[in-house]
Nanobody, 126 residues
């Protein structure tokens, strides 16, 4: 099992930027894929972005493509989500998640990820 701690959320005006971080511990970080999901009030949790265990592939929801960038620093056991050109509809609790070691299937479904962080709130004002 891996422990995940998100940080970097906050209040930002529309058009602004935030960078979320997710620090991992408990497993060999470089072996497992990482994902970011979000959940707005009254809505289901949805996929935002993911990065493969070896960093050779990244995936994005259509709603954030071109605005958000996922990256990882295996030396720091941390995955990041750089969010630019934020919109009010990006307001949500953001969660990072860790997938199985060396996983090569689709990284979009929630069911892929056994380990989740507690979430960090992002609020975008208009």
């Amino acid at each position: 099992q891996v422990r995940l701690v998100e940080s970097g959320g906050g209040l930002v005006q529309a058009g602004g930027s935030l960078k979320l971080s997710c620090a991992a511990s408990g497993r060999t970080f470089s072996r497992y894929p990482m994902g970011w999901f979000r959940q707005a009030p009254g809505k289901e949790r949805e996929f935002v972005a993911a990065i493969s265990w070896n960093s050779d592939s990244t995936y994005y929801a259509d709603s954030v493509k071109g605005r958000f960038t996922i990256s990882r620093d295996n030396a720091k056991n941390t995955v990041y989500l750089q969010m630019n050109s934020l919109k009010p509809e990006d307001t949500a609790a953001y969660y990072c998640a860790a997938g199985p070691a060396f996983y090569r299937g689709s990284l979009r479904p929630e069911r892929v990820y056994p380990d989740w962080g507690q979430g960090t709130q992002v609020t975008v004002s208009s």
